[in-house]
C-alpha cells in the first residue's frame, strides 16, 4: 500500500500560480508512475501530467502544457505540480495518483492509489 497526501493548493486570481504537492508514504515508489488529475465539479476526473518515478520522463495533457510542470522529489518522497498561468477554467480539485508497473496511463481507472485532493479556484 502507499499513502498519498496532497496539499498546496487554495484561491488564485486569473494569471497566478500554486505549487501542488504529494507526500507518499509507504510502499517503495521505485516503479510507479506517479500522476496528477483533477475533477471540476459536474466533470469527470481528468488527466492532467504524469512522471515515471524512476527515469523521470514526463507526459502532459494538451490542455497545460507549457503551464504546468511536474517534478519528483526522490530524497523527500514528493511529488510537485507546479501549476503558472491559471486560468478560470482550471478550478477544480487536483488528485495525486500512483500507478505500479512499466509505462504511463493516461486514465483514471488504472491508478490504484488516490490521495483526498487539494482544491485549486482560479477567479477571473
Known amino acids: 500500500q502507499v499513502q498519498l497526501v496532497e496539499s498546496g493548493g487554495g484561491l488564485v486570481q486569473a494569471g497566478g500560480s500554486l505549487r501542488l504537492s504529494c507526500a507518499a508514504s509507504g510502499r517503495t515508489l521505485s516503479s510507479t508512475a506517479m500522476g496528477w488529475f483533477r475533477q471540476a465539479p459536474g466533470k469527470e476526473r481528468e488527466f492532467v501530467a504524469a512522471?515515471?518515478?524512476?527515469?523521470?520522463?514526463?507526459v502532459y495533457a494538451d490542455s497545460v502544457k507549457g503551464r504546468f510542470t511536474i517534478s519528483r522529489d526522490k530524497a523527500k518522497n514528493m511529488v510537485y505540480l507546479q501549476v503558472n498561468s491559471l486560468k478560470p477554467e482550471d478550478t477544480a480539485v487536483y488528485y495525486c495518483?500512483?500507478?505500479?508497473?512499466?509505462?504511463?496511463?493516461?486514465?483514471?481507472?488504472?491508478?490504484?492509489?488516490w490521495g483526498q485532493g487539494t482544491q485549486v479556484t482560479v477567479s477571473s
Open positions: 512522471i515515471r518515478w524512476s527515469g523521470g520522463s514526463t
Open positions: 495518483a500512483a500507478l505500479y508497473g512499466s509505462g504511463i496511463s493516461y486514465a483514471p481507472r488504472d491508478y490504484p492509489y
